[in-house]
């Protein structure tokens, strides 16, 4: 089978690293576990530039996005008048509309496409082929992820709405997005639920960065916190009951791991963290995002990870937590699919700082052997997760897709 996948983001074309984020991470594994199977796999990523390259057996196209762009009468006009942002979505409106789909159609005409499967960041799946059996995966939902943010992108919630519409067959990893899409939009259609693969088998542990926090924390039990650490990762939360954790648990650290983001509605969220640990803000250590080797030591040595997401489609990163047999925190619906509360993880209230606190001195009061039960529940609930395996459901879709093309 030719599968051809559609993304914004996929590995860096220069250091051919993966890129740092869920849906990067995904597409690497399901393209390698899919090329293992057999099937010759293409991935055009969307971008500013204009590479074609093979990856490990997987063809890969860098299409830029001024590919064959060219203003028009009226467009040559308004344009010194229009804001970046606005020129920008003109010119990605472009690129879904004609250049992707001809690039499309000239590769099919190379050789069969049997399907193609298109990320729903971006609408990059709103103009799909009639001729070509297509899937959208949907791995964000701008107009649930915005409100959070003071600025809302109206066009950009438009283009996310559109594809929904224009694609016949939807799926996702995340029950908890997929009902709030449905409701929001009165949709009808089906969105298949098919869970993100897992696996660290090929990853060597670095623990540079770990030895650097057992020193700096007396061995000390930490908790943690790892990925951007912003208002939407439930940075929020974290610093407003900091402060009171400490002060019932004095031998406790919290260690961030992730980049800050700069928005003009969102401070510096780790400042803001040691700003309300107030004289504990000692006991508080930032490190930048690392690779997996070097994190995956730190999260296998942490007493608990914290993720109160106000949003969340399908963590990776609790996921990854997990497979450590680590006790993730996580917040009700977006990890209710992953984490059964007290038995598997803990669930707290999104957006509630409270809620939060409570949860951690749950984390905290166990006994030693309850602890280990929920660890172990913890990994138990990643064992059907492996790439193959989902691999394997994600074929027995397209089958079910390309069946069905000519009768939706």
Not at 243 to 252: C, G, M, R, S
Not at 283 to 293: A, K, M, Y
């Amino acid at each position: 089978m030719r599968i051809l996948f559609v993304t914004s983001e996929y590995i860096n074309p220069n250091t051919l690293k993966v890129i740092d984020g869920g849906l990067a991470n995904y597409l690497y594994k399901i393209t390698i576990a899919l090329k293992n199977l057999g099937h010759d796999i293409d991935v055009i990523v969307k971008d500013d530039i204009e590479k074609h390259f093979n990856f490990k057996g997987i063809n890969v196209h860098f299409l830029n996005t001024n590919s064959g762009f060219k203003k028009t009468f009226f467009k040559k006009i308004i344009w010194c008048f229009l804001k970046g942002i606005q020129r920008r979505e003109i010119k990605l409106n472009y690129f879904c509309t004609k250049t992707l789909p001809d690039f499309i159609k000239e590769e099919n005409k190379k050789a069969k496409i049997d399907i193609v499967q298109y990320a729903s960041c971006l609408g990059l799946g709103r103009s799909p082929l009639k001729d070509i059996p297509c899937c959208l995966r949907i791995s964000s939902w701008a107009k649930v992820s915005q409100k959070y943010y003071d600025s809302i992108n109206e066009n950009e919630i438009t283009f996310e709405t559109q594809q929904i519409k224009n694609q016949k067959f939807i799926f996702g990893p995340s029950k908890h997005i997929a009902d709030i899409i449905k409701k929001d939009l009165n949709e009808k259609k089906e969105i298949k639920i098919i869970e993100s693969p897992y696996d660290n088998e090929d990853i060597e542990f670095d623990t540079s960065i770990l030895d650097e926090i057992k020193y700096k924390t007396s061995n000390n039990p930490y908790l943690l916190f790892f990925g951007t650490i912003k208002r939407l990762k439930g940075a929020k939360e974290i610093a407003l009951c900091i402060k009171d954790i400490f002060e019932k648990y004095p031998n406790l650290y919290l260690v961030l791991i992730g980049k800050t983001i700069d928005l003009p509605s969102e401070p510096n969220y780790v400042d803001f963290i040691k700003q309300k640990a107030e004289k504990h803000l000692n006991r508080i250590l930032h490190f930048n995002s690392v690779p997996h080797e070097k994190l995956y030591p730190v999260i296998e040595n942490s007493y608990g990870v914290l993720m109160p997401s106000l949003i969340e489609n399908f963590s990776n990163a609790c996921v990854e937590a997990m497979r450590l047999k680590k006790i993730v925190i996580g917040t009700e619906g977006n990890f209710s699919q992953l984490i059964d509360d007290k038995v598997s993880g803990f669930l707290a209230k999104a957006g509630d700082s409270n809620s939060l606190k409570e949860k951690i001195i749950e984390l905290m009061e166990l006994s030693k052997d309850d602890k280990g039960g929920v660890e172990l529940a913890s990994y138990q609930r990643t064992e059907n997760l492996s790439p193959q395996k989902i691999a394997q459901k994600l074929l027995e879709y397209y089958n079910y897709v390309i069946e069905n093309w000519e009768n939706e």
